[in-house]
């Protein structure tokens, strides 16, 4: 059987700001590994073998959050359900050190992070072992041109769909109305349908919702944030 080809992937998002506390630095070094759900990059994993997920969690239902940023929700969604094993996947490594600090506080076991891009996971994650997944006030990329590079495209999204359950449940969370009107378009194409029936479906928080520091952000300067909830078919 023959080695898979690497595809060329461009990364555009930022995988460092300000210089780290030391303290991070120690969360980095010492609890990142441990933390891996396995072999996902290329140079690990050139066959793309499939993570063992039911190794990795003892069997429990696998949730999926994209782009974690500071790992509020995250760690949150790991403390209210600890029946479920969640994946985070986050290259912005000064947000990885974030989330690390709140594992320690929070002592919640049933996490693993990719500190990488979501797209070189998705390719080891088996096909339909995802029940839920997160994507919450991802980089808008507000200029036309740069559309593109949002997460909502095809790039993406198709193999997100590849490796969401039937009847998985995606939850998106952004403040950009462009945005919203790019998922709506591209989301369902993907194979999800939209579980909206009024204007509270998208304007009201899950009962669940934990508040990101995004969102407090879109707050403070005014923008509206929207909840849309898919199924996928």
Do not use: C
């Not at 591209?186 to 999800?192: K, L, N």
């Not at 928080?205 to 990101?212: K, L, Q």
């Amino acid at each position: 059987m023959s080695t898979p080809t690497r595809p060329h992937r461009n990364f555009y998002g930022r995988l460092k700001g300000k210089s780290l506390k030391k303290s991070q630095q120690g969360y980095l070094a010492e609890d990142l590994s441990a933390l891996s759900p396995g072999p996902i990059s290329w140079e690990e994993n050139p066959d793309r073998t499939s993570l063992d997920l039911g190794a990795l969690f003892g069997g429990k239902p696998v949730w999926l959050e994209i782009g974690f940023g500071g790992g509020e929700h995250l760690v949150h969604q790991a403390a209210a359900n600890p029946g479920v094993g969640i994946i985070g996947a986050e290259p912005y490594i000064n947000g990885v050190a974030m989330l690390l600090g709140k594992i320690r506080r929070a002592g919640v076991g049933n996490l693993a992070v990719h500190a990488g891009d979501a797209r070189d996971l998705m390719d080891v994650l088996p096909q339909g072992s995802i029940q839920r997944a997160f994507l919450l006030y991802p980089d808008p990329w507000p200029k036309a041109r740069h559309h593109r590079r949002r997460f909502v495209t095809p790039e993406h999204l198709g193999p997100l769909a590849r490796v969401m359950a039937k009847g998985a449940m995606l939850r998106v969370a952004t403040d950009i109305e462009d945005y919203v009107r790019q998922t709506l378009e591209e989301v369902p194409r993907a194979g999800f349908e939209w579980l909206a029936e009024g204007p509270s479906d998208w304007r009201t928080p899950w009962g669940d919702w934990h508040s990101t520091r995004y969102e407090q952000k879109a707050l403070r300067e005014g923008r509206v944030p929207h909840y849309l909830t898919f199924r996928k078919l």
